[in-house]
């Protein structure tokens, strides 16, 4: 497995394994503490994991966490996703930077999101399944939702939207949205 910088957001990276193939399908180690540890992360931060199935054109985002945020590792295990990036911290190099990726359970590859940065993404295939290991415990009252349309963001998504969770569908533009995130 190799760490690789996102140039696009300051801090962020992609974790690319290194899979094994053979007649019987592949594997590959999708979480490695060792190669964690050598970007400076802290691999036992980590606190929750979770997952979520969506068809294609299911658009989720763009969240992200008020307060002191919230840092993650997002893989695609299984389909293929459109994966979207906004650096909305004050104080970094790459603010209101947008990054995009193509995660799928081909490469198995994570990205790395820093706390303070928004996060989305959209399902490319029929099934997508997208994993997510989470440096704190989710609370509702700190979610933060920004239109995922905003034109200030510009974000060029591969496929109209077929299905979208009310909040999101609901979700105010970046400069409403970053109000919230500060308080």
Request: proline fraction near 7%; aromatic fraction near 8%; charge should be negative.
């Amino acid at each position: 497995m190799k760490a690789t910088e996102v140039p696009a957001i300051a801090g962020a990276y992609l974790f690319e394994p290194t899979p094994y193939a053979d007649e019987r399908g592949f594997f590959c180690r999708t979480f490695d503490a060792d190669v964690v540890r050598s970007v400076g992360l802290d691999p036992d931060a980590f606190v929750q994991d979770s997952l979520s199935r969506s068809v294609r054109g299911v658009l989720r985002g763009l969240h992200l966490r008020s307060g002191a945020g919230e840092a993650k590792l997002v893989r695609c295990s299984y389909g293929r996703i459109f994966d979207v990036v906004v650096d909305l911290r004050t104080d970094s190099p790459t603010y209101r930077s947008v990054a995009t990726f193509e995660l799928s359970g081909e490469t198995q590859t994570t990205l790395y999101v820093p706390a303070g940065c928004a996060h989305g993404f959209q399902a490319l295939t029929e099934t997508a399944d997208t994993s997510y290991r989470i440096d704190r415990p989710h609370d509702p009252a700190e979610d933060v939702t920004i239109a995922f349309d905003d034109p200030e963001l510009a974000i060029d998504w591969p496929l109209a939207p077929t299905t979208m969770s009310e909040r999101d569908r609901k979700a105010p533009g970046l400069a409403e949205a970053l109000k919230r995130k500060e308080s």
